[in-house]
């Protein structure tokens, strides 16, 4: 089960930082991932974390947002920095221990889902 927090209402140029805790399985295999969903659109990647610690991210959040991973407290986390209105979604943590490479920025990769959290950025 997955959990994610840390949202909120932020002004642009402003920071956040999503935690996402997660509970039962092997959390250190996991591939760990954050996405978000924007009213009316989508569910769209935002960035993941391999449980070699190799990272990827959206070309819309590179340089700004860091994904990380804390395997003694079972958590990801989402670093979130220079936020731009266009970054207000519902953000989502998922897991997976079998997901492969070509597929980590599919939604319908992952069958385990957190609550989402809400990120407003106003303008």
């Known amino acids: 089960q997955l959990q994610a927090s840390g949202g909120g209402l932020v002004q642009t140029g402003g920071s956040l930082r999503l935690s996402c805790p997660a509970s039962?399985?092997?959390?250190?295999?996991?591939?760990l991932v954050w996405f978000r969903q924007a009213p009316g659109k989508e569910r769209k990647f935002v960035a993941g974390?391999?449980?070699?610690?190799?990272?990827y991210y959206d070309d819309s959040v590179k340089g700004r947002f860091t994904i990380s991973r804390a395997n003694a407290k079972n958590t990801v986390y989402l670093e979130m920095s220079s936020l731009r209105p266009e970054d207000t979604a519902v953000y989502y943590c998922?897991?997976?221990?079998?997901?492969?490479?070509?597929?980590?920025?599919?939604?319908?990769?992952?069958?385990?889902w957190g609550q989402g959290t809400q990120v407003t950025v106003s303008s």
């Open positions: 039962g399985g092997t959390f250190s295999r996991y591939t």
């Open positions: 974390i391999r449980y070699n610690g190799y990272t």
């Open positions: 998922a897991a997976s221990s079998s997901v492969i490479l070509s597929n980590l920025r599919s939604h319908a990769a992952y069958n385990s």
